[in-house]
């Protein structure tokens, strides 16, 4: 069984650039969740995509987007970014049914630094 | 709302001795409980998880918790720690239909030789 990946490891950027992070959910998970972990700070939750929809949304800005695919990837989009969106960005997979139902399970995460 | 309050930023623990981590929540409904713990730079890894049923739940690397609702708490044990449980845990708070988890801000575990 393959867990959650994401890619990539590292990113820095500059202000007003745009990222697309990645991620690649466990295997049979059909619900991507992503938080934003700033340093020294718990995580907080970003949004949720299940079946290729918007499924729950944080306190974040429209800059930030997402899209989950048919094989239930996902992206993360920044556009316009800000110096305080230097953070490690965590995506967490999850089943809507079965056994595990409602367990999220956690990827190594992208660290992304904003210039 | 839904919010999770770790008291402790850091705690500092003896190898062999006992370890124990506070968490209190607050949450509209029946609460899903979870404990994560992170290594420096890496992500999550569940420890172990309340949904229902006998409130003091095991998990893995010998960790326990207990739920006590009069209490808002869900605290983390382990009865000895190893040098390899230096790390920082997290304990959260969801709902049913596996949406967003809140999280508190974390407690730092050190551990002495």
């Known amino acids: 069984e393959t867990g959650v990946t994401q890619s990539p490891t590292h990113l820095i950027k500059t202000r007003g650039q745009q990222v697309t992070l990645r991620c690649s959910s466990q295997?049979?998970?059909?619900?991507v969740s992503w938080y934003q972990q700033a340093l020294g700070q718990g995580p907080q939750f970003i949004f949720q995509?299940?079946?290729?929809?918007?499924?729950g949304r944080g306190n974040f800005p429209p800059r930030f987007s997402g899209l989950q695919f048919p094989n239930y990837s996902s992206e993360l989009n920044v556009n316009a970014l800000e110096l305080d969106d230097s953070a490690l960005y965590l995506c967490?997979?999850?089943?809507?049914?079965?056994?595990?139902?409602?367990?999220?399970?956690f990827g190594p995460g992208t660290r992304l630094t904003v210039l | 709302a839904q919010s999770v309050t770790q008291p402790d930023i850091h705690i500092t623990v003896s190898e062999g001795a006992s370890l124990e981590l506070r968490c209190n929540y607050s949450?509209?409904?029946?609460?899903?409980l979870f404990w994560y713990v992170q290594s420096p730079g890496q992500g999550l890894q569940l420890l172990l998880k309340?949904?229902?049923?006998?409130?003091l739940v095991q998990g893995i690397k010998g960790f326990e918790a207990e739920f006590k609702r009069s209490q808002s708490s869900f605290n983390l044990r382990k009865p000895s720690v190893h040098w390899s449980d230096a790390a920082e845990y997290f304990c959260?708070?969801?709902?049913?239909?596996?949406?967003?988890?809140?999280f508190g801000g974390g407690t730092r575990v050190l551990v002495k030789p």
């Open positions: 967490a997979s999850s089943s809507a049914s079965g056994s595990d139902t409602d367990t999220q399970y």
């Open positions: 295997s049979g998970h059909n619900t």
């Open positions: 995509y299940y079946r290729e929809e918007e499924n």
């Open positions: 949450y509209g409904a029946t609460p899903y």
């Open positions: 309340y949904f229902s049923g006998d409130t």
């Open positions: 959260a708070v969801g709902g049913a239909a596996g949406n967003k988890l809140t």
